[in-house]
């Protein structure tokens, strides 16, 4: 993933693919740490996309006012 910009659609993408992998029937138990890792890694960054996003529709709207 890092050789990619990394935006919120593809991280989602990205966790959805790790999750279906660890939920699988047969996890590759020798990487099931490192993906668990970066599955939390992208959460992360998510979520201060997020609180970003929200912070700045929050300025925004102020000026409406």
């Given at each position: 993933m890092s050789d990619?910009?990394?935006n919120y659609k593809k991280a989602i993408q990205r966790i959805e693919t790790l999750v279906s992998k660890i939920e699988?029937?047969?996890p590759d138990v020798d990487n099931l740490s490192e993906?668990?890792?970066e599955a939390l890694?992208?959460?992360k960054y998510c979520k201060q996309h997020l609180k970003s996003t929200e912070n700045d529709l929050n300025e925004a709207l102020q000026?409406?006012?």
């Open positions: 990619q910009k990394l699988g029937d047969d993906m668990v890792k890694d992208l959460l000026g409406l006012e």
